[in-house]
């Protein structure tokens, strides 16, 4: 057993198992922080996938900006419903079998397909911080993906703040 | 080595669990929360193939940074209009925002 | 050995491990996890005397003489408070939520040991070499934020969630300029990890190419730490210790040491990034003489940030916010355009890049200080203006 499938097992067994807790838990901040604990156990598998780059910016968005997002909503909404009385709708066995069902498909494509279930890794590509930097830029690659997504970030960033600012007291009652 | 397939299906289990959460849980921002599991499975997902099956292109890593954006703007429209909701009708429970004006 | 001491302990240990039986790979990664230890440890008892050496200079700010009586000079006097910090009783509030509770504090030490994974503190020693060094430490400084976060809520008290609500404001309005400013040396240095920035400063070292960018480096550093003259997130006049004011003993000694051992670190990324690291005279051949210039860099930022702070009165909440996006990001913006153009344009034109740098930023000072100027004087136009009374009007208007 090599250290790094030994450190992969670990990690992919505290992510399936936060996620669980995720969706399950009953007290809305706790699913937040078990959220946290599974965006930084992915984070660790970007790093031992090679790609350092989008662990760290997985780190800084999904931990340092979204989760904060997240534990603030959860803060502001809080007195319609109190962590008592049940968290999960009627129908929870339907949405289980459906989640079921989809991963034991998942699961047969993965194993049947002989490419992808042997498939072992090439040598680790060098300088691919470089590269990523120039595709970004670069006419002939992704520049123009890039642009659309700051104006898409623009667009939320307007959106949001307006979606969520206070009622002004004339305006109040189905004006927006 | 690793084989590609665990890290396929690490990213499955990933997704079906964050389907669970959004079909099964009431809370809307529970709900969020299944969303950004399931943004991150796919994440995974793109990575797992860029490393394994074309790590000399960027195409991978590009895709998986333009996932990172839209997921933080669909989290930022998503609270933001959740907080609005709540402002409202004092409720996030999604089975009872079910009529566009009363 | 004496030469380089750090790899002859490496090559020491690793034989070692390897005549236990242990194969090369298994024996890496454990003196991988033990170095991380190591440092981890070394870090944290070094706060005792760095919580001393504050002590010792903000009580010669103000005239007095500070710790004095246990040891020489005072110095185990930190350890006598932390020896009286662990024998209290760690109160968790009534309907505090335990586990959040106690692990927030832990996420907050996290945060600032962490910076020191990417740090390099010799010639060819560093915990690791991370390609995105700088990005790593934006990220851990975010995984602080939320421990914050997590302290104020889990106390269930009032005072606590609004002063982690605040701490939470400040800290990212602060983010925006310090990441901003972060990429002036990357551009110069043309690499994130911090190794590469110290390799480039071989010839000149940054503060003298970026002294704009390393002055809101250290401002903005200062208010993401929390110290004076941001420190309102824990001023007892004011928020009664914001989102601390539930933790006693040893979870607020955490806290303590974690704001302490930050402003150390901040140095360090200073000297880092801008004042050329382990460099000077002597360096390459001698290992430990890089790591000794290291220390000396450190410290004396260390020093500035002490200075600082004795000196400074506190600024309010929305002066503070102002401060941030008013006035540093549009500086951390336009600095940042400026060096990338001034690049650029010295490396096409074939001029000395230094020179065309310190002219640069020289003429940012200058506008800077004429924006300010002008600011200044409309503030003091509308201070002064006479009031405008009730019967002046109907006079007016025909």
Redesign the interface.
Known sequence: M????LI?LVT?AV??LS??M??TAR???????W??L??AA?SV??V???????A??????????????????????R???EDTG????N??W???L???A??AA??LL??SHPA??????????AD??R??GL??VSVN??VL??EL??V??L???I???F??R??ESAAEG?EE | ??????????A??????????V?????A??I???I??ML?AV??NL??F????T??Q??G??F???V??????????G??????I??RR??????EIDML?W | MIADPFAWVYAQLTALLLSLGMTA??AQ?TLRFLGAAVLATVLLVSTFFLIWGERKLLARFQDRLGPNRIGPWGVFQTVADFVKLIGKEIIVPTRA?KA?YLLAPLLVVLSVVGIWAVVPLAPGVVGTD???GV??I??????G??GI??AG?SSNNKYA?IGAFRS?AQL?SY?VPMVLVLLVPVILASS?SLVGIVEAQAGMWFIVMAPVAALVYLVTSIAENGRAPFDLLEGESEIVAGFNIEYSALAFGMFFVAEFLHSFTIGAVVATLFLGGWRGPGAEAYPLLGFVYFLLKTLSIWFVIVWIRATLPRIRIDQMLGFSWKFLTPIALGILMLTALIDKLAAAAGWNRTLVLVLANVVAVVVILSFVQGYARLQRRRDQAPPVSVTATPVALH
Not at chain 1, 116 to 125: E, F, I, K, N, Q
Not at chain 3, 138 to 143: L, M, T, Y
């Open positions: 090599e250290p790094l499938k992969f992919g992510t399936l996620a669980l995720v969706v007290k809305l901040v706790h699913a937040a922080l959220l946290v599974t965006l992915v598998l970007f031992l996938l090679n790609a350092p780059f989008l760290i910016v997985q780190v800084v968005i999904y931990i340092g900006a979204i989760a904060i997002l997240i534990i603030f909503a959860v803060m502001l909404t007195r319609s419903m049940s968290q999960t709708s129908r929870w339907l949405a289980g459906i989640a079921v989809l991963f998942i699961l993965v194993v992808v279930s042997t498939g072992v890794s090439g040598a680790a590509p691919s911080l590269q990523l595709g970004l690659a992704y993906p890039f997504a700051s898409l970030l667009a939320a960033l959106g949001a703040s979606v969520a206070p009622p189905g | 080595m690793i084989p590609l397939s665990w890290y396929l299906a690490l499955g289990a990933l997704f079906c669990i964050g389907l669970y959460g079909l099964a849980r009431r809370n921002v529970a969020l929360m299944g950004e599991l991150n994440n995974i990575i797992a860029w490393r394994y099956v790590p000399a960027i195409s890593q590009a998986a940074i333009m990172f954006a839209v997921a933080a703007s669909e989290a930022a429209v609270l933001a209009l959740i907080i609005s709540y402002r004092m409720t996030v429970v999604a089975e004006k | 790979v298994w990664t939520d959040v991370l390609e995105v990005l790593y934006v990220a851990i400084g975010a995984v934020t939320l976060m997590m809520w969630l939470v990212v983010e994130m």
